[in-house]
């Protein structure tokens, strides 16, 4: 006899894909066609059904390690709209990047680390390439 993993694994899965088409709608990040698995898709389609799914629902933080890696250049935008809305909303967003300009036109502050360590932060106003890259390197803000 045949079980159906539906049932087996308790999940809804009709439930599961009508709230990830209405959160990809919602969200607009073009995520890719629901009849694919992840394992036939590349890495900006993985990421985006990633995103969907996290970004999908609401919550008062937000882990986000590189959310614009391996994105085209609109749905890197549309990734960032979605964080900053989040932001505005009260959610706590905490971005970890190694792209200086998408942590600079995004933050309100950044914190860098090195060996470990916090080795500086740097409020909006004080963002500096030079002395980010002063603390990247170990040295004291």
């Known amino acids: 006899m ?3 993993y539906r049932i087996y694994v308790g999940i809804d899965w009709a ?21 694919r698995t992840l394992s036939e898709l590349s890495g900006g ?22 959310p614009s890696r391996g994105l085209d250049v609109s749905n890197v935008r549309r990734t960032q709209e979605i964080l900053l809305a989040r932001r505005a ?7 970890v990047s ?20 916090i080795s500086g932060e740097l409020g909006v106003a004080d963002f500096d ?4 890259g002063r603390l990247m390197l170990g040295g004291i803000a």
Not at 15 to 35: D, F, Y
Not at 48 to 65: C, K, N, P, Q
Not at 102 to 114: K, N, Y
């Open 89 to 95: 909303a009260g959610a706590g967003v905490l971005m």
């Open 45 to 66: 389609n993985i990421q985006r059904v990633v995103l969907t799914r996290e970004l999908g629902v609401d919550s008062t933080l937000v882990i986000a390690a590189y």
């Open 98 to 117: 190694e792209d200086l300009d998408e942590l600079m036109s995004m933050a309100d502050r950044i914190l860098v680390m090195h060996d470990g360590h």
């Open 15 to 35: 439930k599961v894909a009508t709230k990830t088409e209405e959160a990809n709608g919602r969200l607009g990040l073009r995520m890719a066609p629901r009849q």
């Open 129 to 132: 390439r030079q002395q980010l």
């Open 2 to 4: 045949e079980s159906d």
